[in-house]
Nanobody, 123 residues
Framework: QVQLGESGGGLVQAGGSLRLSCAASGRTFNGYAVGWFRQTPGKDREFVAA????????YYTDSVKGRFTISRDSAKNTMYLQMNSLMPEDAGLYYCAATTNPASRKTDDYHSWGQGTQVTVSS
């Protein structure tokens, strides 16, 4: 089972940018599709973005299309989420997740999760 660790969260003003990182340990990310999800208090964890094991296919939730970019660096065993033009509604605890299934928008399809990194966006 791959272990995941997120970093890069923080406080940013609306319109600003952050880059989240998700590093894998225990085994390589190769062969795993990976995704980002976020959660706010009182709400279910929601899909943000996903990328296929080979980096050829990406998915985004509609609200982040054109602003967020998911990518992966196999050599560094790390996955990224570049977040631009941040809005207060982007705030939340961001989790990365990995799966040997095809890239998916569904939390149930992922079997490895990180602990999360907090993103706060001030208006």
């Amino acid at each position: 089972q791959v272990q995941l660790g997120e970093s890069g969260g923080g406080l940013v003003q609306a319109g600003g940018s952050l880059r989240l990182s998700c590093a894998a340990s225990g085994r390589t990310f190769n062969g795993y599709a990976v995704g980002w999800f976020r959660q706010t208090p009182g709400k279910d964890r929601e899909f943000v973005a996903a990328i296929s094991w080979d980096g050829m296919i990406t998915y985004y939730t509609d609200s982040v299309k054109g602003r967020f970019t998911i990518s992966r660096d196999s050599a560094k065993n790390t996955m990224y989420l570049q977040m631009n033009s941040l809005m207060p509604e982007d705030a939340g605890l961001y989790y990365c997740a990995a799966t040997t299934n095809p890239a998916s928008r569904k939390t149930d399809d992922y079997h490895s999760w990180g602990q999360g990194t907090q993103v706060t966006v001030s208006s």
